[in-house]
Nanobody
Framework: QVQLVESGGGLVQAGGSLRLSCAAS????????MGWYRQAPGKQRDLVAT???????NYADSVKVRFTISRDDAKNMVYLQMNSLKPEDTAVYYC???????????????WGQGTQVTVSS
């Protein structure tokens, strides 16, 4: 199987920065799209940013310019640099990856356990 482990969350004041990391491990043949999602209390899980296998990125309007997603395929990692953080960015942030675990199989979607980001005003 495949495991995704996030790190880098924490408490930060408004205007501050955090960098989230997500490491994929396990039975990985190849990784396609990777992304970050977030879920605030009482709300649905929403897309934050995605990056495909050739580096094309997509961002939610609310984080454009402030957040940057990147990936390191040699390390099976995806990152989210978050700048100019706002209280409304407070949420649990989840890593997602579309992974093919063997040649000839379809890719499957895997999720991390989430990391809490809290932005104080």
């Amino acid at each position: 199987q495949v495991q995704l482990v996030e790190s880098g969350g924490g408490l930060v004041q408004a205007g501050g920065s955090l960098r989230l990391s997500c490491a994929a491990s396990g039975s990985i043949f190849s990784i396609y799209g990777m992304g970050w999602y977030r879920q605030a209390p009482g709300k649905q899980r929403d897309l934050v940013a995605t990056i495909n296998s050739i580096g094309v990125t997509n961002y939610a309007d609310s984080v454009k310019v402030r957040f940057t997603i990147s990936r390191d395929d040699a390390k099976n990692m995806v990152y989210l640099q978050m700048n100019s953080l706002k209280p409304e960015d407070t949420a649990v942030y989840y890593c997602n990856a579309a992974v093919k675990i063997a040649y000839g199989l379809r890719s499957e979607s895997f999720w991390g356990q989430g990391t809490q980001v809290t932005v104080s005003s």
